[in-house]
């Protein structure tokens, strides 16, 4: 069973936004899209920009260095220059609290290109 680390509070993630945390030494960038918070891997793949930094257009957020695109939801990567998805962590939220498992996973399909 994973185990889930607090990383954060509701207030510091309102719908719409993006925060860093740090679980296990890895950079996770927090994204709350309509009331629902999902985790990612916060370094593009391509260039190693902060995803968290990114403009997001729904469930899809640009890397802010180069405009690679990834669903944030599947981690999975919409458009080049990147060509790797990044991992999704599983997310809990338990009254105010955000936790967040360090056991990530990337998804497994091919980049859509757009």
Known sequence: MAEFVRVATTDEVPPGAAKVVEVAGERIALFNLGGTVYA???????????????????????CPKHGSRFHVPSGR????????????YPVKVEGADIYVSPEGQVAKAKPHRR
Not at 40 to 62: K, M, N, Q
Not at 77 to 88: I, T
């Open 40 to 62: 990612i891997h916060d370094t593009c793949t391509h260039e190693e920009a902060s995803l968290a930094e990114g403009d997001l257009y729904g469930e899809v957020v640009a």
């Open 77 to 88: 990567v919409l458009s080049l220059p990147a060509v790797k998805s990044v991992a999704v």
